[in-house]
């Protein structure tokens, strides 16, 4: 029988010795990828204080992000890998979550 006084599993989420991060992976950038990921940016602190969780984007992805000003990014996010391959978001061992906001595909 355990001492509910140590048991970690019955504290929230957001208590201090429970806080973790979650990695975020977006796939897509065009106007909705973009967009989400300036919606969590400008409300991330809100976001984690509801989640109980902090959020740190690790991966953007999108076929044409080597062309894309992404000069908005460097103050409120450090060290996001840029790719053009998807694989390579879902395949990062630093992302938790990834969020797929691809639009019209061509074939």
Known sequence: MSDKSTDRSLEPPGSPSRRRTIGLGVIGMGTVGTGTVKVLLEHQREIERRLGWKLE???????????????????????????????????????????????????
Do not use: F, M, Y
């Open 57 to 107: 984007l690790k991966a953007l992805c999108s076929r044409s992000i080597h062309g894309r000003d992404l000069s908005w990014l460097r103050g409120p996010v450090k060290n996001v890998k840029t790719v053009q391959n998807w694989r390579e978001v879902v395949d990062n061992p630093e992302v938790d979550l990834v969020t797929e906001l691809v639009g019209n595909l061509q074939t």
